[in-house]
C-alpha cells in the first residue's frame, strides 16, 4: 500500500519556493533497490530532516531512509549536505561490521542496517519545473531544451498543437520540432514519464518564425533615394504581416528604419555615391520578425550643374558646369559625349574638374553634349544636356578678281568642312569717307559689287551663312576703287623780299609737306595724288591768278 503527503518545503526560512511530497512504499526491498525505485518512479530516498521529519508517515516496520557509510562519514542518497542525525542510542554500532545503511525504527530514531535486509522505504517527490526554452525559432521549426526531470527518467513526451498538432518523444533534453507552418502559435508541453506515469509538463507557447521576404531588388537608384521591391514571404498570404526596413552606410555612418506594409518602398534622404546595405523583415503582430532578406547598393552620383558654353567656335567648344552637390568629400570624375546626327560624328573624353574644351568637331554642324558624373565604383549620374552648333567655317582667302571705277569683282575660298553642309555668303562693304555701305549675298563663292564711289577705299567682309542662321568669323579686306581722276592746281606766289628765298627748295619742300598734310586729313578714304610743277609746266595751262592760302583747303 502506498500513502503519499504533501508537504511545502521551506528553505533558509524563506517563502515556500518549491513543492515536494512524500510517499510511503510499503515495498520489502534492499537499500539499493529501494534507492533505484524511488529514482524512477519518484526524485529519490528521503533525506530527513528536522522540517520534514514530522510529516514522514509512520509504519509499523523498520523502513529505509536515503542515508549511506561512506569513508569517513555518511551520505544522503540526493548529495543533500545536512548534518542532521537521530540515531537511536548505541547507534550506529556497525553490528557484523556489514551495517552500512540507515533506516527508521518506529520510534522515528535511526539505526544502521545491513543494506541487504528487506524494509519498506519513503520516497520523495519534487514538483517539476523543466525551465522549457526554444533557443532557435525557425518558420518550420523550433529546437526545444529543458531542464532535466529528478530522479531516472522512462522518457519525454511532446505535444505540440496549433495550425498541426505531433505528439513524440526523446530520451535527451533537447528535440527539434519540424514541420510546422511559419508564423504561427504553438503550445508545447514536455512530460517527463516515469514508471509509465506523466510527471507535470514543462509547458510554453511560441511563435515560428515568419518567412523572410523573398529576392530583394532595387527598381530605381538615383543620387538621393532608391527604390526597392521584394518577393512576398511564403506561406504568409493569410498571416497578418508588416515588414521592417534597415539601412546603414558605414562610408558616412548613415543609419535609418522604416517601415511597409506591402512589398515595396521607397528609401530617401540617402548620401550620394555611397553604398548602402538594406536588410528588410517579415514582422508579425506580436513583433516577431523573420530573418532578414540583404542586398547592398550603391546610390548613383549626383549629376553635374547647369551645363553652359563659355565660347564655341568652327571646330571647337569650351563648355563649364556647376559641380554636383553633396560630392565634394567623395572622388568622382566627368564624362563628357557629344554627337552630331549631321556629320555622324561622335566621340567622348573624361575631365576631372568642372570644364573642358572640346576640339576637333566640324564646322557648321549642330551637337549635342552631355555631361555625367562617374563616381570611382563605376556610378553614373543622370546626364545634363546641351545642344549646340559649331560656327561654320570662315571663307578662304579673300581676293580681287577685277577693280573697276563703280564695281569689284570678289572671289574666296570654299571654307574648309563645309561641302556637304549648305550655307551661302553674306557681304558688306562700307566706305568710312563716303559713308556709303550695303550689303549682298551670294551662292557660290564668287560675287560683283556695284554702284560704287570711284577713287574710294572700300571694307569688303564676307562670311558663311547657314540655313539656321549660324554665321563665320569674317574674311575681310580693303581695297580702292579705280579712279575716275580729277585735277585740281593750286597756284603759290612767292611775296618774299628776298627773291633767292622764293626758290629756295627747302622752301617749296616745307610748304608741299604742309599741302599733303590738309590733304590727307581731308581726303582720307579716297585716292589723291599730288604733284609739284613749276609754273608754265605742261600739267598746268592755266596761268597763276592769286595767292590761296593753305587753311582754304
Known amino acids: ?107 522515528n530514531n535511526w539505526n544502521d542496517c545491513s543494506c541487504t535486509s528487506g524494509l519498506y522505504f519513503h520516497c520523495y517527490k519534487d514538483s517539476y519545473t523543466g525551465l522549457l526554452s526554444v533557443p532557435v525559432v525557425t518558420g518550420t521549426s523550433l529546437t526545444l531544451h529543458w531542464n532535466p526531470a529528478p530522479g531516472l527518467v522512462d522518457h519525454y513526451r511532446i505535444e505540440v498543437s496549433g495550425q498541426t498538432s505531433q505528439t513524440f518523444t526523446v530520451n535527451t533534453q533537447t ?46 537608384v538615383g543620387p538621393n533615394s532608391v527604390s526597392l521591391s521584394w518577393g512576398r514571404p511564403a506561406g504568409m498570404d493569410k ?39 538594406f536588410n528588410i523583415t517579415t ?67 573624361t575631365s576631372d574638374s568642372n570644364s573642358t574644351v572640346i576640339s576637333n568637331l566640324r564646322p557648321g554642324s549642330e551637337y549635342v553634349f552631355c555631361v555625367t558624373t562617374m563616381h570611382d565604383n563605376g556610378g553614373w549620374s543622370s546626364p545634363v544636356l546641351i545642344f549646340l552648333s559649331t560656327s561654320p567655317s570662315p571663307p578662304g582667302q579673300l581676293k580681287a578678281d577685277s577693280v573697276e571705277t563703280n564695281s569689284v569683282s570678289l572671289s574666296w575660298g570654299r571654307p574648309a568642312g563645309m561641302d556637304k553642309i549648305p550655307h551661302s555668303f553674306n557681304i558688306t562693304y562700307c566706305s568710312s569717307f563716303w559713308g556709303h555701305q550695303g550689303s549682298t549675298t551670294a551662292a557660290s563663292n564668287s560675287t560683283v559689287i556695284s554702284n560704287l564711289k570711284s577713287g574710294s577705299e572700300y571694307v569688303f567682309n564676307i562670311t558663311t551663312v547657314q540655313e539656321h542662321g549660324g554665321r563665320s568669323t569674317p574674311a575681310s579686306t580693303s581695297l580702292f576703287t579705280k579712279v575716275n581722276e580729277k585735277r585740281m592746281i593750286v597756284a603759290f606766289h612767292c611775296n618774299s623780299q628776298d627773291p633767292l628765298a622764293c626758290r629756295d627748295p627747302k622752301v617749296k619742300e616745307e610748304m608741299l609737306n604742309q599741302l599733303k598734310s590738309k590733304m590727307g586729313e581731308r581726303y582720307s578714304g579716297v585716292y589723291w595724288s599730288l604733284k609739284w610743277r613749276e609754273n608754265g609746266g605742261d600739267d598746268c595751262k592755266q596761268p597763276i591768278t592769286e595767292l590761296t592760302d593753305l587753311d582754304e583747303l
Open 283 to 349: 514582422v508579425q503582430d506580436d513583433g516577431n520578425q523573420s530573418i532578414p532578406a540583404s542586398a547592398s547598393f550603391f546610390t548613383t552620383p549626383t549629376p553635374p550643374g547647369q551645363l553652359i558654353s563659355d565660347s564655341v567656335g568652327p571646330s571647337s567648344v569650351s563648355l563649364s558646369w556647376g559641380r554636383p552637390a553633396g560630392m565634394d568629400k567623395i572622388p568622382h570624375s566627368f564624362f563628357i559625349s557629344y554627337s552630331s546626327s549631321l556629320s555622324g560624328h561622335n566621340d567622348s573624353i
Open 175 to 220: 528535440a527539434v520540432v519540424t514541420s510546422l507552418t511559419p508564423g504561427c502559435l504553438y503550445t508545447v508541453h514536455v512530460f517527463p514519464v516515469k514508471c509509465v506515469k506523466d510527471w507535470p509538463p514543462a509547458s510554453t507557447s511560441v511563435y515560428t518564425a515568419p518567412v523572410p521576404p523573398g529576392q530583394l531588388m532595387a527598381d530605381s
Open 239 to 277: 498571416i497578418p504581416h508588416s515588414f521592417n526596413i534597415t539601412y546603414c552606410s558605414s562610408f558616412w555612418g548613415h543609419q535609418g528604419s522604416t517601415t511597409a506594409a506591402s512589398n515595396s518602398t521607397v528609401i530617401s534622404n540617402l548620401k550620394p555615391a555611397s553604398q548602402y546595405v
Open 1 to 107: 500500500m502506498e500513502k503519499t503527503l504533501g508537504v511545502c518545503l521551506v528553505l533558509f526560512a524563506t517563502s515556500c519556493s518549491a513543492q515536494r511530497s512524500y510517499h510511503l512504499i510499503s515495498l520489502s526491498k534492499t537499500w539499493a533497490e529501494a534507492q533505484h525505485y524511488c529514482r524512477s518512479c519518484y526524485s529519490d530516498l528521503v533525506t530527513v530532516t528536522p522540517q520534514n521529519e514530522p510529516v514522514l508517515t509512520a509504519s509499523a516496520t523498520d523502513t529505509w531512509i536515503g542515508l549511506q557509510r561512506i569513508p569517513g562519514g555518511w551520505q544522503w542518497s540526493d548529495g543533500d549536505g545536512s548534518s542532521y542525525y537521530k540515531w537511536a542510542p548505541g547507534e550506529p554500532n556497525n553490528y557484523g561490521g556489514h551495517e552500512d545503511c540507515a533506516a527508521r525504527r518506529t520510534d
